[in-house]
C-alpha cells in the first residue's frame, strides 16, 4: 500500500508562486513514479510533472519553464514550485505514484496509477 498526501494549494493572482508537496509513505516499490495531475472543471485528469526515483524530470510543455518538480528522499517529499502562475493552471491538483521505474511522459494515463492523494485546489485570478 501507499499512502499520498497534497498540500499547499491555494489562492494567487496570476504571475503568483505556489509550492504544492505531496507527502509519500508505503511501499516504496510502488511509488517509484510520482506524477502530479491535474484536474480542472468539467475538463480530464492531465499530467503535469513527473520524477523517477533516480530524480529525472519530466514535465508537460503547458508547464515547462514555469513549473519544476523535486523531491526530497530523506523525508519521502515531492514537490512542485509553480512559478508564473496563469488562470489556466486553475485545477485540483493530484499526486499519484505506480511500480514503474520510468514514467516520462508517454506514460500519463491516469487509469495506470492505482494510488492517489486527495488533491489540493489551485485558484489563479486575472
Known amino acids: 500500500q501507499v499512502q499520498l498526501q497534497e498540500s499547499g494549494g491555494g489562492s494567487v493572482q496570476a504571475g503568483g508562486t505556489l509550492r504544492l508537496s505531496c507527502a509519500t509513505s508505503?511501499?516504496?516499490?510502488?511509488?517509484?513514479?510520482i506524477v502530479w495531475f491535474r484536474q480542472a472543471p468539467g475538463k480530464g485528469r492531465e499530467g503535469v510533472a513527473a520524477?523517477?526515483?533516480?530524480?529525472?524530470?519530466s514535465h508537460a510543455a503547458s508547464v515547462k519553464g514555469r513549473f519544476t518538480i523535486s523531491q526530497d528522499t530523506s523525508n519521502n517529499m515531492v514537490y512542485l514550485q509553480m512559478n508564473s502562475l496563469k488562470p489556466e493552471d486553475t485545477a485540483m491538483y493530484y499526486c499519484?505514484?505506480?511500480?514503474?521505474?520510468?514514467?516520462?511522459?508517454?506514460?500519463?494515463?491516469?487509469?495506470?496509477?492505482?494510488?492517489w492523494g486527495q488533491g489540493t485546489q489551485v485558484t489563479v485570478s486575472s
Open positions: 499519484a505514484a505506480n511500480s514503474w521505474r520510468r514514467c516520462g511522459e508517454n506514460y500519463w494515463r491516469p487509469t495506470d496509477f492505482r494510488y
Open positions: 508505503g511501499d516504496t516499490n510502488n511509488r517509484r513514479c
Open positions: 520524477i523517477e526515483t533516480d530524480g529525472h524530470t
